[in-house]
């Protein structure tokens, strides 16, 4: 999973996989989620991301985490 913020449009991706998504449906206002051709999520885009979560703090917990370098 990977964060993409793009702060020109306040808006954040959520890399669920690395797979394109060919279909979406907005699941709330300014929160849209994408699908593959399987029908399968692959991302979520939130809109004006500042008045919808806390961009200053990120948690995990209990993730199988392995750090991958830039």
Do not use: C, Q, W
């Amino acid at each position: 999973m990977r964060l993409s913020y793009h702060e020109e449009t306040d808006s954040l991706y959520i890399h669920l996989v690395e797979r394109p998504g060919v279909d979406a449906d907005e699941v709330a206002p300014g929160i849209v989620v994408d699908f593959d051709t399987n029908g399968k999520p692959v991302g979520i885009d939130i809109d004006h991301a500042k008045n919808v979560i806390d961009l200053t703090t990120l948690e995990t917990g209990s993730l199988p985490l392995r750090v991958k370098s830039a």
